[in-house]
């Protein structure tokens, strides 16, 4: 079992920044590629950013390039979704995940991830 925690959520204009952190705490933190999913109202959750077990490797969705940074901290057994040039379109219930994956490997599905956190709100004015 692994649970997740995220925090850093809040109200923001556009164009400025958030960073999430989501704190995981359970089995051991680098078995686990990570990911940061969001969903806004009405619409299906999508992938944001995702790192491997190693760290080496990361994904981010096209909406998230060159804006979004996703990292993760082992010592602390964090990730970090750092949020930059935020933009209305941005709103939305982020939520960490964790897959049990190879160690090079992202997912990219909800599906391939196994433990959700709670999710935290995330809401850019105009």
């Known amino acids: 079992q692994v649970q997740l925690v995220e925090s850093g959520g809040g109200l923001v204009q556009a164009g400025g920044s958030l960073r999430l952190s989501c704190a995981a705490s359970?089995?051991?933190?680098?078995?686990?590629?990570m990911g940061w999913f969001r969903q806004a109202p009405g619409k299906e959750r999508e992938i944001v950013a995702a790192?491997?077990?190693?760290?080496?490797?990361?994904y981010y969705a096209d909406s998230a390039k060159g804006r979004f940074t996703i990292s993760r901290d082992y010592a602390k057994n964090t990730v970090i979704l750092q949020m930059n040039s935020l933009k209305p379109e941005d709103t939305a219930v982020y939520y960490c995940?964790?897959?049990?994956?190879?160690?090079?490997?992202?997912?990219?599905?909800?599906?391939?991830?196994?433990?959700w956190g709670q999710g935290t709100q995330v809401t850019v004015s105009s």
């Open positions: 359970g089995r051991t933190f680098s078995s686990y590629a």
């Open positions: 995940a964790a897959g049990a994956m190879a160690h090079t490997i992202v997912g990219v599905t909800a599906a391939e991830y196994d433990y």
């Open positions: 790192v491997s077990r190693s760290g080496d490797t990361t």
